[in-house]
């Protein structure tokens, strides 16, 4: 075993020994150079005259006091880690331990056996040799030889042949009257006299083995007499502890631990019988009954058997199984009459109290040493989980009947209504404003967290934030659904099943869908989680470290991101549905086609040179819905913004990856003339000078830059001279700017007074209108 541990140490990396920390190592001269062998270090730990006490003093009169401290923390927490893991392999080894100590409590018997037959053998041996020499004796004259054979065996034997005559009706009368101590003091002393007869040859071989045969007998009889008291119900505790202590003195360890224990198991069943489940449904007060029961008698039987037995391996491992049994049918009991019924009602928060009242019982026996938890949440989790489950669900369908009758219109929190708002309760401007299922689906999430709070303990808290991941999606997808386009699209309705859903049929109203999920996904349900996340660092208390808060904030902010993810689909639908409605008709047909630029100069009549109407329309649209984002996204302007960019961008996109409208263009019978090319580029330049500083992104500026030189490369393929046909930016940016006035209703204004807190201000209207160069280059 000494070996195995060299073998471990030296497997280890030279720079540290693995006991002390590097800095304590270097301070108490553990440390070691570049070239010194780990097994050098170790030498002075393995002579037998190492004196850890002189060794510690003469290392730590060179350490700091504060150094010191820090290696005794270190050492006490190595300390607690050591038992920790002693513990836990104890545990896993338990049945094993077991088998091996009635293996060696067998073998034991199976020797003395052999020793008794031995034992017999030589008594025989040495009577039939005795008989001999006795035989040799009488030859001689009768009379004076019977008189000395005689007179000797009186003089030396006469006091241990009276006791040996008297021991059997004194050893009756103990056992009678029982006697305990006293008649275990009794065979002892045969036990002695027995060997010292043997050695010193006082008493006949057959007198020493009859005896022998007596000590025998009156052993099994007392411990009969004792295993039949220990099984009495009325035997309290100190007789209990008295027999065991009894029969472990006879040699019977074994036998007296079992039975200690099997007395404390029917002490343990008559109680159960008397603690019988509720008929009124109270299952958290049937837990606790039923708890301080069980782990009262373990408890009482722990203290029984270190008292008599001490810490004795073989002794521990059968405690340990045999209240590990105890405790698995404790968890069966409260599953059956408590918790099971409870998780499947969604009862979560009588749930979690039944399984909490349980650990705290365990975390009794734990401080002295004996570790239950384990077992309980093993047990406890499937129902647990069923009750998670069933509050998601129904979770779930609450929302679902909630937005079904939902009308989109945001309100105030309603009174009764619990929120993680910013603000003081009494600040009703700084509410969240949601519609009513929002409101209804945010204040069940609350109330869900307080619940699931006190299951940490269970390892719960991954499927909980996933669980709450998957409503959100669901609702999500309800809001999707409530799109008037997305009843068209079997997709989005995927998974819904049946649930009607209330159309969102205004603007306003859709919108008000974004405001929900946006709110949500950014600030509620994150604070709800976050409530979660310091229930668990409390639990955790000073032992918490820095590796798995580290890990905890990584998890939640990929969380935070999948929910992002669901409010962007939400965001998507919204804008592809929008951009439908601009590009295509009610009969199917494009307000956005490649005609529509090539017909231009077929035409004989006078151009109004004006953008062209769907982008107009995007223009006002765009324009409308900001005015509206404004008053619904209070101090989430960023979202609003990026809202009008993405509606932008997915006009914007289609146009770039119309393949029809572009082959058209390029490979048409007829090609784009001037006049074509003019309106497309004065449609491009209208949406760059609208977008600037507001609906525009960088990438779809640079999206249109490439739309209008893949426009123009098409017109220099018929020969034409693009810069030539083409008037100059000047003429194009008036027109733009004039039609941007007339549509939004206000004033012209010049570059300088542009918004600069977008994150596409950079761009200007010259920049823009350099595309032709671009092109060109």
């Known amino acids: 075993m000494a070996s195995g541990a060299a073998r471990s140490s030296r497997s280890r990396p030279a720079g540290h020994s693995g006991v002390l920390p590097a800095g304590a190592a270097a301070a108490g001269g553990v440390g070691v150079g570049a070239g010194v062998q780990l097994a050098d270090k170790l030498k002075i730990f393995k002579t037998d005259k190492f004196d850890p006490d002189s060794y510690v003093q003469s290392k730590c009169q060179t350490m700091t006091e504060k150094e010191i401290r820090h290696l005794c923390s270190y050492l006490q927490d190595l300390k607690k880690a050591s038992a920790e893991e002693m513990r836990t392999s104890v545990y896993a080894n338990y049945a094993a331990f077991i088998r091996t100590s009635k293996e060696i409590s067998e073998l034991e018997r199976e020797l003395l056996s052999i020793r008794n037959l031995l034992n017999t053998e030589s008594a025989l041996i040495h009577g039939l040799s005795e008989g001999i020499q006795i035989d040799s004796l009488i030859m001689g004259p009768e009379d004076s030889a019977e008189e000395n054979i005689s007179t000797v065996e009186y003089q030396e034997l006469s006091e241990i042949q009276k006791w040996h005559i008297d021991f059997p009706d004194k050893l009756d009368v103990l056992l009678a009257e029982r006697r305990v101590d006293e008649a275990l003091d009794a065979l002892d002393e045969a036990e002695r006299i027995a060997v010292d007869a043997e050695k010193q040859q006082t008493l006949a071989t057959a007198d020493i083995v009859a005896l022998k045969e007596i000590i025998s007998d009156n052993r099994q009889k007392l411990s009969d007499q004792l295993a039949e008291a220990a099984c009495q119900s009325s035997t309290c505790g100190i007789e209990l502890r008295a027999a065991a202590s009894a029969l472990k003195r006879l040699g019977d360890g074994p036998r007296a631990h079992s039975l200690l224990l099997s007395a404390h198991n029917q002490r343990l069943q008559s109680k159960i019988q008397t603690t019988r489940p509720s008929s009124t449904g109270h299952s958290v007060a049937y837990t606790a009954s039923l708890a301080k029961q069980v782990f009262s008698v373990i408890a009482n039987a722990l203290s029984d058997s270190m008292e008599v037995f001490g810490n004795e391996p073989s002794y521990a491992s059968e405690l340990v199984t045999w209240a590990t049994k105890q405790a698995m049918e404790f968890t069966l009991l409260v599953k059956r009459h408590a918790l099971g019924s409870c998780a499947a009602a969604g009862g979560l928060r009588a749930a979690a109290e039944c399984v909490q009242i349980a650990l705290g019982y365990t975390s009794l026996l734990e401080a002295r040493g004996l570790s239950l938890s384990a077992v309980l949440l093993k047990q406890f989790r499937p129902c647990v989980e069923q009750a998670l489950d069933s509050n998601l669900r129904r979770i779930e369908e609450s929302t679902s009947a909630l937005a079904a009758a939902d009308d989109w219109a945001l309100i105030y929190p309603p009174t009764g209504i619990r929120t993680f708002a910013r603000a003081s309760a009494g600040n009703l401007a700084l509410q969240p404003k949601l519609s009513s299922s929002a409101h209804r689906f945010n204040s069940m999430v609350q109330d869900f967290f307080e619940d699931v709070g006190p299951l940490l303990s269970l390892q719960l808290g991954g499927s909980t934030m996933d669980g709450l991941l998957k409503i959100f999606s669901t609702y999500v997808d309800l809001l999707v659904s409530a799109l008037p386009g997305s009843m068209d699209d079997e997709a989005n309705l995927e998974g819904l099943g049946n649930k009607i859903i209330r159309m969102a049929e205004t603007e306003e109203q859709q919108l008000a869908l974004l405001a929900n999920a946006s709110l949500l996904a950014e600030e509620l349900l994150p604070r709800a989680a976050m409530k979660l996340s310091s229930v668990n660092q409390a639990s955790m208390g000073s032992m918490r470290i820095r590796g798995p808060d580290k890990q905890n904030r990584a998890e939640q902010r990929e969380w935070k991101r999948k929910l992002q993810h669901m409010v962007d689909k939400l965001r998507d639908s919204f804008c592809r549905q929008h951009a439908l409605d601009l590009i295509f008709t009610e009969e199917g047909d494009t307000h956005l086609s490649a005609e529509m630029y090539i017909n231009m100069d077929n ?41 009008m960019m993405r509606l932008t961008e997915t006009v914007i996109l289609w146009l770039s990856d119309d393949q029809s409208f572009w082959e058209e263009i390029e490979e048409g019978p007829r090609a784009l003339g001037p006049l074509g090319l003019q309106q497309f580029y004065l449609d491009m330049q209208f949406v760059i000078l609208f977008g600037q500083g507001r609906f525009l992104s960088r990438h779809v500026h640079t999206v249109i830059l490439n739309i209008i030189d893949r426009a123009m490369a098409a017109f220099s393929a018929t020969g034409l001279d693009p810069d030539s046909a083409l008037p100059s930016d000047d003429w194009f940016i008036e027109i733009a700017q004039d039609n941007i006035s007339r549509i939004s209703g206000k004033a012209r204004a010049g570059n300088s007074e542009r918004e600069v807190h977008s994150p596409t201000a950079s761009v200007s209207a010259q920049s823009v209108s350099s595309a032709r160069s671009h092109g060109s280059s």
């Open 603 to 643: 035409n004989a009549e006078e151009t109004e040179w004006v953008p062209s109407l769907i982008f107009q329309e995007l223009y006002t649209k765009l324009n409308r819905m900001a005015s509206i984002a404004a008053e619904m996204f209070v101090g989430r302007e960023r979202f609003a913004t990026l809202l």
